[in-house]
């Protein structure tokens, strides 16, 4: 808790009191679900508290929930913001669902195709789901899911909770990198502001460096765990490919890691994939070292336009994996 407390004074945090607004949620059967991806992130969890709140105000019955555990730096997002962490639910058969941060099915519960989508909040692009009936759906090109729930929340004229805000301030500053990653946008920017002022929050970038020194706490973490602590699989013209990615502040932190992730990449392959790449993402550098394992290498080159090195390859400038990885990987499989 001393660490916590240490941030609180950095960026002059001043929330009165525990709201438990994810706890306050219905808990009903008949509460729609408000999920993220798989391996969810901070704003993955957050998105969903704050969708499912706002559901509730709007007289719609609605939990968040989530595919799996926090991560360290979402537990010290809810920690810090007094937030409470989205029971983990992987079936969503036979229920009605709102998809946030996601829209890939290989991302999705494995049995959402039993169930009914009635929303969709994401920033990323379309992964080919479909539905029986029109839903609601709120997909633009920013940095982060927070962003645009804070326009569904103005758009509905509902006022953010102090410590929700707290959370989406936290994502967006996480998901763009405090805004040096390419899919930062204006709108991410002055959200991020507002948010800051609601949350009380006077530094909001002590508050992302902060954010980042947590998830560069990786000694001791087995390999395994970290290659899928932020990993996501995709389909890519009927072959199977996973992208990981670990954000430092400095990549030194993950030279000793190296050889045991690219074991732990090796095992994960054996899953039927094809390619299989793990982003080492260097913040203050602002570049990737890009580990990789792949069936054929010239796909690899094609996407980067560079040769690999054995099996890693240097990106410079390279942040998003959405933005950066993703369209160039699509376009080199088809």
């Known amino acids: 808790m001393k660490r916590f407390s240490t941030l609180l004074l950095a960026v002059g945090l001043a929330i009165g009191g525990n709201l438990a607004l994810a706890s306050a949620e ?11 991806h798989k391996n969810p992130d901070t704003d993955s969890i957050v998105a969903a508290i704050a969708v499912a709140h706002l559901k509730n105000l709007q007289g719609i019955a609605a939990v968040a929930v989530a595919q799996g555990p926090a991560n360290p730096e979402t537990q010290f997002v809810l920690e810090t913001f007094h937030l409470t962490a989205p029971r983990v639910e992987t079936s969503v058969a036979g229920r009605k669902v709102i998809l946030v941060d996601h829209s890939d099915y290989p ?10 989508i009635v929303g969709l909040i ?8 479909a539905t029986d009936k029109p839903l609601e759906a709120w997909v633009f090109p920013v940095g982060s899911t927070s962003t645009i729930i804070a326009r569904m929340y103005a758009t509905a004229g509902v006022p953010i909770p102090k410590a929700i805000a707290g959370g989406m301030l936290c994502a967006i500053l996480s998901d763009t990198v405090i805004f040096k990653s390419p899919t930062t946008t204006p709108e ?3 959200t991020a502001t507002r948010l800051a002022k609601v949350a ?10 902060k954010l980042f020194e947590v998830k560069s706490q990786l000694k001791g973490v087995p390999a395994a765990e970290l290659l899928k602590r932020d990993f996501k699989t995709f389909v890519m013209n009927g072959r199977k490919v996973g992208v990981g990615q670990l954000e430092v502040v400095d990549l030194a932190i993950l030279t000793p890691m190296k050889k045991d992730l690219l074991q732990a990449m090796v095992d994960l392959k054996a899953e039927n994939y094809h390619s299989l790449f793990l982003m080492l993402t260097d913040i203050t550098k602002e570049g990737t070292e890009l580990l990789l394992l792949s ?17 890693s390859m240097w990106l410079p400038g390279v942040m998003s994996r959405k933005k950066q ?3 160039g990987l699509e376009q080199a499989f088809k």
Do not use: N, W, Y
Request: hydrophobic residues 45%.
């Open 188 to 190: 991410d920017r002055a």
């Open 26 to 36: 219905p808990q009903a059967t008949g509460s729609v679900l408000v999920i993220g």
């Open 122 to 129: 994401d920033h990323h692009k379309l992964g080919g789901l």
């Open 325 to 327: 990885v993703i369209p």
């Open 107 to 116: 991302q999705a519960p494995a049995d959402l195709a039993k169930a009914e």
């Open 200 to 209: 009380g929050i006077k530094d909001p970038e002590a508050l992302g460096l």
């Open 295 to 311: 069936d054929d290498l010239a796909i690899v080159a094609s996407a980067f336009g560079a040769k690999p090195q054995g099996s």
